[in-house]
């Protein structure tokens, strides 16, 4: 058991091995809280990425690049809940690493790769926004089905370039190397690795989404000025109406996105430039959780915000996929 006996024994990850690390004491209601959490984050990730998934892929007229940028970006974050939540957790509530150093480098490679792999995805769908409202002429042509496909594989094809190199550089296979005893998977980065990371996985994207966002902000504003300024008369009342209501959903929608960017990820990586004596265990836990929560959020960001996504799940739930020509129905006609 990962919780403390009633003799308060001290406890090791492998007994009978003399350099084993010792398990941390946890109480009964700690271990059993925790495996709660990690079991319904897990399943909550899971379920509303599997609807996300489920729904672009079936639905014909749901095939167009930005709905496929979201799929990707979904894979992703299901595999972060169903790999990489449930081994986190068990690594959590052990408080000991059991399946070995090759296994700890494996490890780290799929959780950085899908954690490099959903930003990149984020980044993908800035850009694509930022095309589609600020050069709306062009979108079509750029923007295109087999253009966005390949983008996507380069996404994934470079991070796993970038991940496999930064992984192999900083010794994780060799985890006898650098750890004090036997039991642990820990993450140490060079100085020079962690300036890398830093604007590679940080201020590269964060510039790209930010500087996209801001953009839109401000096309919409001024073509939104342009309209209300050529309308007259009480007939486009209703029109005025509906562009201030459609302008006040996109900057919401938007301002989500970059709030829920910044705060899963922005924290982690102001830590990581100060000292890493100076940051708590606790601290770090907390903050490596905010990543894994993030992909949580994506599907409601991302897709809980379409009207289209909402009457998918419902024909979902209902199994009325499964009806013959299911897949060429057009969702959109029921979204009003």
Known sequence: MAYETEDH????????????????????????????????????????????????????KLHTPTNLIILSLAVADLLIGLIVIPIEGIKQIETCWYFGATYCGLFAIIVMLLLCTSLSNVVLIAVDRYMAVCHPFLYPQIMTTTKTLISICLCWFCCSVYIIWFVISNGYFNMSDRTLCYGQCIVIITPAWRFIDLIVSFLFPCTVIITAYLRIFYVVQRQVKIINSQMNGVKCVMDISVKRKTESKAALTLGIIVTAYLLCWIPFYICSLTKPTAISSMTLTFLTWTFYINSGLNPIVYALGYRWFKVSVKHILALRIFQPASSLMDIFTNCH
């Open 9 to 60: 024994e001290t406890q090791y990850c492998f007994p009978g091995i003399n350099s084993s690390c010792m398990k941390g004491k946890r109480s009964k209601h700690e271990y059993n809280v925790i495996y709660l959490f990690v079991l319904l984050l897990s399943a909550w990730t899971v379920f509303l990425n599997l609807l996300v998934i489920i729904s672009i892929s079936h639905f014909k």
